[in-house]
C-alpha cells in the first residue's frame, strides 16, 4: 500500500526567499507524482505533475523532482511571494489511476 | 486543463438526513473520482466513477453510505447518506485528463459539508 509523507508539515519563511519541500513514498511503482496547492477552504490547483519516466518538472518559479529510486520528490519555489502561501500537497499515482495524498506541508511567507 | 464545478458549495445538514452532490466537467472523462478532506487532513479516496459501470470504492468505504451515480462522461453525483457529525468534512470530486501526453487529474472546488 502506498504512503506518501510530507516534510516539514509547516514552514514559515521571509518574502524572497528560497525554499525546498519534500515529499516522500513507500511505493517506487508510482506511475506519477503530482504537486498540488490548496487555499483554505477550496479545492485543489494542480502544480506540477511528474511522469515516472521523468526526473523533472518547471513552471515558473516552481520545479519539481523526482527520484523513484530513493522515493522522493521536492518541490522548489524561488524568490517566495506573500501570495505564495497555502498548503502544498504531493500525491503519487498508482495502479487505477489511483492518487494518494500526503499530508501537506503549510506554507506561510511573511512580507 | 478541465473544468469543474460541483454544487452545492456547502451545506449544513441535520445527522440522519442524506446530501447529494453534483460534479460536472466541461468536457468528456472517463475516470472521476470522488475524495474526502476531513478537517485538519489531508485527501482519501472514497471511490471511482466510470460511465457505464459500476463505482469501485476504497477499503472503508461502502456503496450503502456514499452511492455514486456516473449517468454519463460529464456528470457524476456522490451522496452521503444517513449523515452523522463524523462525516463533516470537504468532499471533492476529480477527472483523470488524458487529452495530453500526461494523465493529470483536476479536482473540483469542493464541497464543505457539516452535520450537526
Known amino acids: 500500500k502506498q504512503e506518501v509523507t510530507q516534510i516539514p508539515a509547516a514552514l514559515s519563511v521571509p518574502e524572497g526567499e528560497n525554499l525546498v519541500l519534500n515529499c516522500s513514498f513507500t511505493d517506487s511503482a508510482i506511475y506519477n507524482l503530482q504537486w498540488f496547492r490548496q487555499d483554505p477552504g477550496k479545492g485543489l490547483t494542480s502544480l506540477l505533475l511528474i511522469q515516472s519516466s521523468q526526473r523533472e518538472q518547471t513552471s515558473g518559479r516552481l520545479n519539481a523532482s523526482l527520484d523513484k529510486s530513493s522515493g522522493r520528490s521536492t518541490l522548489y519555489i524561488a524568490a517566495s511571494q506573500p501570495g505564495d502561501s497555502a498548503t502544498y500537497l504531493c500525491a503519487g499515482g498508482t495502479s487505477g489511476s489511483r492518487l494518494t495524498f500526503g499530508e501537506g506541508t503549510q506554507l506561510t511567507v511573511n512580507p | 486543463s478541465a473544468v469543474i464545478s460541483q454544487k452545492p458549495s456547502r451545506d449544513i445538514c441535520q445527522r440522519g438526513t442524506s446530501l447529494t452532490i453534483q460534479c460536472q466537467v466541461d468536457?468528456?472523462?472517463?475516470?472521476m473520482f470522488w475524495y474526502r478532506q476531513q478537517p485538519g487532513q489531508s485527501l482519501t479516496l472514497i471511490a471511482t466513477a466510470n460511465q457505464g459501470s459500476e463505482a469501485t470504492y476504497e477499503s472503508g468505504f461502502v456503496i450503502d453510505k456514499f452511492p455514486i451515480s456516473r449517468p454519463n462522461l460529464t456528470f457524476s453525483t456522490l451522496t452521503v447518506s444517513n449523515m452523522s457529525p463524523e462525516d463533516s468534512s470537504i468532499y471533492l470530486c476529480?477527472?483523470?485528463?488524458?487529452?495530453?501526453?500526461?494523465?493529470?487529474?483536476?479536482f473540483g472546488p469542493g464541497t464543505r459539508l457539516t452535520v450537526t
Open positions: 468536457s468528456q472523462v472517463t475516470m
Open positions: 476529480s477527472v483523470e485528463d488524458v487529452r495530453g501526453p500526461t494523465y493529470e487529474q483536476y
